[in-house]
């Protein structure tokens, strides 16, 4: 298990201690992914978080009929159903993988179990939840106050390469457009390219 490049990641943020680091290691798992697997289905109670060593994942809610994609997230980034784990309730929001990957996963009782043992992790918690809290605020602003232009831009330059991973029909959901919007879209911003160069 490729456990230190996870104990890495955390402690770039939070100093742990040897009893700490310990705790981790006898609860974290390591898991492959195939790509088309849901780690957590709508309607299904949301036990993990997984931290994401490689590979891409969709957050989304569905209707019965069609998805609607609410958030991505990829390597070195936690993903989880943020009001199903919290709060240990049933919600409509699913997992899905989008290429082959490998994450750690932690369950919500052995998250709390490490909060109670050790004050760092208590502190690793928050700063976690703090960064996720910036994020979600920066993107607020440019979902609330970009064109879809501007969103797509921001969305290639967080997540390089997701025209490649993740389906237009997705992406377009994700950006609340249409997908003969998006398609639009891509092709004004490849004309621009094409005058420019």
Same mark, same amino acid.
């Given at each position: 298990?490729?456990? &230190?490049?996870?104990?890495?990641?955390?402690?770039?943020?939070?100093?742990?201690?040897?009893?700490?680091?310990?705790?981790?290691?006898?609860?974290? %798992?390591?898991?492959?992914?195939?790509? !088309?697997?849901?780690?957590?289905?709508?309607?299904?109670?949301?036990?993990?978080?997984?931290?994401?060593? %490689? !590979?891409?994942?969709?957050?989304?809610?569905?209707?019965?009929? $069609? &998805?609607?994609?609410?958030?991505?997230?990829?390597?070195?980034?936690?993903?989880?159903?943020?009001?199903?784990?919290?709060?240990?309730?049933?919600?409509? $929001?699913?997992?899905?993988?989008?290429?082959?990957?490998?994450?750690?996963?932690?369950?919500?009782? &052995?998250?709390?179990?490490? $909060?109670?043992?050790?004050?760092?992790?208590?502190?690793?918690?928050?700063?976690?939840?703090?960064?996720?809290?910036?994020?979600?605020? =920066?993107?607020?602003?440019?979902?609330?106050? !970009?064109?879809?232009?501007?969103?797509? =831009?921001?969305?290639?330059? %967080?997540?390089?390469?997701?025209?490649? =991973?993740?389906?237009? %029909?997705?992406?377009?959901?994700?950006? !609340?457009?249409?997908?003969?919007?998006?398609?639009?879209?891509?092709?004004?911003?490849?004309?621009?390219?094409?005058?420019?160069?």
């Amino acid at each position: 298990m490729d456990f &230190d490049y996870f104990l890495d990641y955390l402690q770039s943020r939070v100093n742990l201690d040897e009893e700490c680091k310990t705790a981790l290691r006898a609860r974290v %798992k390591e898991v492959a992914v195939i790509k !088309g697997t849901n780690l957590l289905f709508p309607g299904d109670l949301c036990k993990h978080i997984y931290f994401i060593r %490689k !590979g891409f994942f969709r957050v989304y809610t569905t209707d019965g009929y $069609e &998805d609607s994609t609410i958030d991505f997230a990829t390597t070195n980034q936690f993903v989880t159903s943020i009001d199903g784990f919290f709060t240990q309730k049933i919600v409509n $929001e699913g997992i899905t993988c989008e290429e082959n990957s490998i994450v750690f996963k932690l369950s919500y009782y &052995d998250w709390l179990a490490l $909060e109670d043992l050790s004050p760092q992790f208590l502190a690793l918690s928050k700063r976690i939840l703090q960064e996720h809290l910036l994020r979600l605020n =920066i993107e607020k602003n440019i979902y609330r106050l !970009g064109n879809a232009t501007k969103k797509y =831009i921001y969305l290639g330059e %967080k997540y390089p390469g997701i025209a490649n =991973i993740v389906s237009q %029909k997705h992406i377009a959901s994700y950006l !609340g457009i249409t997908g003969p919007t998006l398609s639009n879209l891509l092709k004004n911003i490849f004309h621009k390219c094409n005058k420019m160069s």
